[in-house]
């Protein structure tokens, strides 16, 4: 859990805090909302520990980030978050699975660490990829990778700063589902001036007049989500199904057996949801919420 307290940062004579509280929850995904300039990653470069140039303190699992040395956050960088850039990031010239492999910890055995790097693209759909040149990659393809090397430590934290920025709309969607997964098991912190990509947070925040908001303006969720991961069209998804499967609904009696199908065919790297239109919509959008929920245990 990450709590600010009274923190105040300023560059000069702007003030982007103002003795700023707030406690950011467990797990979940955030929005931080705001436009160009509105201080969205100077709170992330606070977060990680990259900016100590403030008062007030910032604890995370209950240390005071500003009382740890240099080793010591680095040490809490490497073991606690992952990072998601808006440009990726990636090394030209390098595989894929090169690409993710450089977020390997220090001691693990490198085969260890490529059987491991393998696993995580495969549950991120792009396992085929993995020994394509990074420069040769789509944009949403590249921004899985990125995912999949932030995945590398299993962090408890991914800080994502404008993940979707140059991407397309179809694509946004894509990877967006994506960390709306992942932060059903870890806290996910998204900067975004898209107001449309605050539709999958379950919390939006936004500094105004120094201060740390909840906003509640947020826009409501698009009526539909498409997801595809194999680059073909796809029916969309409601959100409301991974409403329910979130909060621990049970599938209606009968249906286990259509749910492992769609299980099994979203762990591979081909998802072919169109073979699933002829499920009722209540039932489609509650069994695959279900499987994505059951694939993301696994990652």
Avoid at 78 to 92: K, P, S, W
Avoid at 112 to 135: V, Y
Avoid at 141 to 146: G, P, S
Avoid at 149 to 167: C, S
């Amino acid at each position: 859990m990450i709590e600010l307290r009274d923190v105040t940062k300023q560059y000069g004579e702007t003030v982007i805090l103002n003795g700023a509280d707030y406690t950011f929850p467990q797990r979940g995904l955030v929005c931080l909302m705001g436009p160009s300039g509105a201080g969205k990653t100077t709170l992330l470069n606070l977060l990680a520990g990259f900016d100590t140039d403030y008062s007030g303190g910032i604890a995370v699992g209950g240390a005071l980030l500003r009382e740890l040395d240099g080793d010591a956050l680095c040490r809490y960088r490497r073991d606690n978050i992952g990072f998601v850039f808006q440009n990726y990031h990636l090394l030209a010239g390098h595989t894929a699975l090169e690409n993710v492999c450089l977020a390997r910890s220090p001691g693990v055995d490198p085969m260890e660490t490529e059987k491991q790097a393998i696993s995580i693209l495969e549950r991120l759909g792009i396992g085929e990829k993995s020994s394509q040149k990074a420069e040769t990659l789509s944009g949403g393809q590249k921004q899985r990778v990125a995912i999949a090397r932030a995945l590398m430590g299993n962090p408890q934290i991914i800080l994502a700063d404008e993940p979707t920025g140059a991407l397309d709309r179809a694509n946004s969607t894509e990877i967006m589902e994506l960390l709306r997964g992942l932060a059903a098991q870890r806290l996910v912190v998204v900067i975004t001036h898209d107001r449309q990509i605050c539709s999958f947070a379950d919390e939006v925040i936004s500094i105004q007049d120094g201060n740390i908001v909840s906003d509640q303006s947020a826009p409501n969720p698009p009526p539909e989500h498409s997801l595809r991961t194999d680059g073909a069209a796809s029916p969309s998804l409601p959100r409301t199904g991974f409403i329910a499967a979130r909060r621990g609904l049970s599938l209606p009696p009968g249906h286990g057996a259509h749910c492992a199908s769609v299980r099994v065919v979203i762990r591979t790297a081909g998802v072919k949801l169109s073979r699933f239109r002829r499920l009722s919509p209540w039932f489609y959008c509650r069994g695959l919420a279900f499987a994505f929920l059951e694939t993301d245990r696994h990652i």
